[in-house]
């Protein structure tokens, strides 16, 4: 008798840089409007926000966030990669991945050490 297995096999991730789940607040600002969103996983190289206000890929944006148990907020310039549009089909949620374009020493080795030492969020 065969069994069926009911866990996913997931491709393995290429990404540059660790990511870290997180639930922040964040706020964007345009050429013309303020946005804010909550920032779903953050890595060196950028920051997912969960948003359904509208933006084009390639968009500079500034960003202001503030990571847990740190009281001085990163703020930085990033550029709008893809975006992940409303889907009824799946629970993800909506969205916009941004690339950091100008980050402080400083403030990329408190995302590593964030992402780190953070212990995770959610449990599978």
Request: net charge negative; with cysteine; aromatic share 6%.
């Amino acid at each position: 008798m065969r069994l069926a297995t009911t866990a996913k096999k997931q491709a393995p991730e290429h990404r540059a840089h660790a990511r870290k789940e997180l639930g922040i607040d964040i706020s964007l600002e345009g050429d013309h409007n303020f946005f804010t969103g909550l920032a779903k996983n953050i890595s060196a190289g950028g920051v997912f926000v969960a948003t359904h206000e509208p933006h084009k890929i390639g968009a500079q944006v500034r960003l202001s966030l503030t990571l847990p148990e740190r009281e001085r907020p990163i703020v930085t310039t990033g550029q709008v990669c893809w975006i992940r549009p409303h889907n009824e089909a799946n629970d993800a949620p909506t969205g916009v991945g941004i690339k950091f374009s100008e980050l402080a020493p400083d403030d990329e080795a408190a995302i590593l050490e964030f992402i780190e030492h953070r212990p995770p969020i959610f449990f599978e």
